[in-house]
């Protein structure tokens, strides 16, 4: 149960596109569509962003999608708002009724 | 309002026992798997374990890291789960979250800390 491999940090300015991705292997990311995102705030629990690789929960953005080819899944921030500032999480099913999520990404709004 | 509310953390020595508990409220917490998660200071999410419904049977998993040292189990008629953790090692320390199992985790609660140390 290794954590999944997402970059240290991505940064962007206002209104440009970040992209932050999530590599594991074919026994987790690969092997189900079911990999979620979740946005932490300094302090605060976890949110849902995405979840199933690419849906949005009702309240949510259209500016966050996901997307999966392989053994990678990728959460996509579009127009990049101040707000979005946070770290970022991926999940993934692993198996036998386990998890495993991501190492982090802190998203840094430029 | 939909939420959860996690208690029983504190201070523990290595080697000992504690058992947080999750109150669900707002939703129909029987048709709902339960995980918790944990996460030391200044680190990243750790998946912990969690628990199917009744008509899985109750069904438990746990991450390699703790399996055999934590047991998760629930009480519908309270609306709670619980974290049953013992032979807790200094490595535990974290804050640790219930999530309920929906559409992904979509339900968290503000997290309850443990801290193993002598």
Redesign the interface.
Known sequence: ?S?LTQPRSVSGSPGQSVTISCTGTSSDVGGYNYV?W?Q?HPGK????M???VT?R?SGVPDRFSGSKSGNTASLIISGLQADDEA?Y?C?SYAG?????????TKVTVL | EVQLVESGGGLVQPGGSLKLSCAASGFTFSDSAM?W?RQASGK????VG?I?TNTKNY?T?????VKGRFTISRDDSKNTAYLQMNSLKTEDTALY?C?KAG????I????TMVTVSS
């Open positions: 149960q954590a979620s979740y932490q629990a976890p949110k849902l995405i979840y199933d849906k929960p770290d999480y999940c036998s009724y386990t998890s495993v999520f991501g190492t982090g | 995980h998660v990243g999410l750790e998946w969690r199917r069904a998993a746990y991450a390699a890291s979250y999530t559409d992904g985790f979509d968290w609660g503000q997290g």
